[in-house]
């Protein structure tokens, strides 16, 4: 059981290029969420799905986009990268909506983009 | 709006020292409460939670007090150890349009040295 995983580890990015971070889970989660880690602010959500096939925006939505083809899977997208998109990006999951539910983590994705 | 208030670090300690790291909450429901960890090159791991008023969140030694009429839910350790040594955040979960909103403090980091 592995639990969330993220690929890539690292990227290193030139303004315009574009890529795509990929998440996947074991847990049979419904739910799924892509953030974003800045010093000194914690984690804001940037995109999140609440069962395959659909997605929905998250507080900072802005030059991403996702998608969930499969339940196990979500993908993070960055069409044209921009040196504030520099950033620590982690996935995780859940099973429920509910503000009781956890959620988990991946060991997250460090993006520079020059 | 709905935050969460952590204390600044970074928090320094000698071990077998106490451990407090206080957080404080504005909600306009009623959250559940979380400290999450995470270790350095690392993802978030839960470490306790509490889902209403005057329940308790223990692990690993950690303890924290959901307080309403204080909204605090301050993280203590009798005693940390050089192993303890990570960043802390503090979240709120709320129920927002059908998905488990997780809203995090920016994070208090904490070095035992031996």
């Known amino acids: 059981n592995a639990g969330v995983t993220q690929t890539p580890k690292f990227r290193v990015l030139k303004t315009g290029q574009s890529m795509t971070l990929l998440c996947a889970q074991d847990?049979?989660?419904?739910?799924m969420y892509w953030y974003r880690q800045d010093p000194g602010m914690g984690l804001r959500l940037i995109h999140y799905?609440?069962?395959?096939?659909?997605?929905a925006k998250g507080e900072v939505p802005d030059g991403y986009n996702v998608s969930r083809l499969k339940k196990q899977n979500f993908l993070l997208g960055l069409e044209s990268a921009a040196p504030s998109q520099t950033s620590v990006y982690f996935c995780?999951?859940?099973?429920?909506?509910?503000?009781?539910?956890?959620?988990?983590f991946g060991p997250g994705t460090r993006l520079t983009v020059l | 709006g709905d935050s969460v208030t952590q204390m600044e670090g970074p928090v320094t300690l000698s071990e077998e020292a106490f451990l407090t790291i206080n957080c404080t909450y504005t909600?306009?429901?009623?959250?559940?409460l979380f400290w999450y960890v995470q270790y350095p090159g690392e993802g978030l791991q839960l470490l306790l939670k509490?889902?209403?008023?005057?329940d308790k969140g223990s692990n690993k030694g950690f303890e924290a007090t959901y307080r309403k009429e204080t909204t605090s839910f301050h993280l203590e350790k009798g005693s940390v150890q050089v192993s303890d040594s990570a960043v802390y955040f503090c979240?709120?979960?709320?129920?927002?349009?059908?998905?488990?909103?997780?809203?995090f403090g920016a994070g208090t980091r904490l070095a035992v040295h031996p």
């Open positions: 799905s609440v069962g395959e096939g659909t997605t």
């Open positions: 995780a999951s859940s099973y429920t909506g509910t503000s009781t539910d956890t959620q988990y």
């Open positions: 909600a306009t429901g009623y959250p559940s």
């Open positions: 979240a709120l979960s709320l129920p927002s349009g059908g998905y488990n909103k997780l809203i």
């Open positions: 847990m049979n989660h419904e739910y």
């Open positions: 509490a889902t209403k008023a005057d």
